[in-house]
């Protein structure tokens, strides 16, 4: 089996960041060969599961809102396919709950922190993503309602900024600037997981959806390559509904300069058991099915890069 923890013998393994309240937990992990195979940087920012005891014990029904708010074991999947192509890969390991690295620092509900309005900017109102509860700090969740049994703390949320989203974004805009100044080009694959869509006029449910923002992330040819791999696996797509990508995507991609960017939602349903709690007798396949893909936009991202020369590049022809 290709799952397992254990680093690869050809690349490197790095970690950053800090959890509060979880001594000696980094807050996320990286791997990629030295020099880079691939044009390519896979971030898992949902699969985080470094839960601090503090945390959980202010969550409320924390096991189920946890199952809820993790990508889970996203993680696992971003892992075998980093292996099997060699892609880079930035893996979060702080929870979602303890602050959502797809959310901008400024998506915060005040109101968890007894503040009806932002600092230093009375009057603005709270952001889109803030009010359906899922902001940089989730407040609740459909089925399960308010997440949380008292008020947050500010200086918690200023340890969780400077220790976990601030450098996990540094690191990811580093990581895009290498693969760039090495490939010319480079395409940032977010992974994320997504619960069992509904059938849509009479079409089955997509497994996959790609997002890029309505055009604005990526390239439309990376577009082209991901839908063409996925119908010829089988493998039923949306574009951009109901997942068009967020805050990874808008605040890394430079389509014009080279920075391509995309999000991968998979139906958890495809990969997990019939609990969608843990791994499921067909993740192998997904796994298939992810790199065929990464190897294929890595192709097309040469392409863009206008770079001739592919023979430093033995996947290229895959």
């Known amino acids: ?94 929870p979602r709950a303890m602050i959502d690295l797809n959310r901008s620092p400024e998506d915060i509900d005040w109101e968890m922190f007894g503040r009806a309005n932002r600092p230093k900017q009375a009057g603005d109102p709270p952001s889109r993503r803030a009010l359906t509860g899922l902001g940089l700090i989730p407040r609740r969740l459909p089925g399960i309602g308010e997440l949380w049994r008292r008020r947050h703390d500010e200086q918690d949320l200023a340890a969780r900024i400077a220790q976990i989203h601030e450098p996990y974004h540094a690191r990811l805009a580093g990581m895009l600037a290498a693969l760039q100044e090495r490939w010319g080009a480079v395409l940032l694959i977010d992974l994320h997981s997504m619960p069992p869509l509904a059938p849509r006029a009479g079409q089955p449910a997509a497994e996959f959806v790609i997002g890029d923002r309505f055009g604005a992330t990526c390239h439309g040819s990376l577009i082209g390559a991901a839908f063409a791999q996925l119908a010829q696996a089988g493998r039923p797509a949306a574009h951009n509904r109901p997942y068009a990508g967020g805050y990874v995507l808008e605040r890394h991609a430079r389509p014009s300069s080279g920075i391509h960017a995309m999000q991968i939602e998979v139906d958890r349903s495809c990969y997990l058991d019939a609990r969608m709690a843990e791994p499921g007798p067909d993740l192998d396949s997904v796994v298939a099915v992810l790199s065929g893909m990464v190897r294929r936009l890595a192709s097309v991202v040469v392409e863009l890069s206008g770079s001739a020369d592919r023979s430093s590049w033995p996947l290229a022809a895959e």
């Open 1 to 94: 089996m290709i799952f397992d923890d254990k680093a690869d013998t050809d690349s490197t393994e790095q970690s950053g960041g800090r959890i509060p309240g979880a001594p000696g937990i980094a807050a996320f992990r990286i791997w990629g060969a030295e020099p880079s195979a691939l044009p390519v940087l896979i971030s898992v920012p949902h699969a985080g599961r470094a839960y601090p005891r503090a945390l959980l014990r202010e969550m409320r029904h924390a096991d189920a809102a946890a199952l809820k708010l993790e990508d889970r074991y996203v993680d696992m999947l971003g892992r075998a396919v980093a292996r099997e192509t060699g892609a880079a890969l930035l893996v979060a390991q702080a």
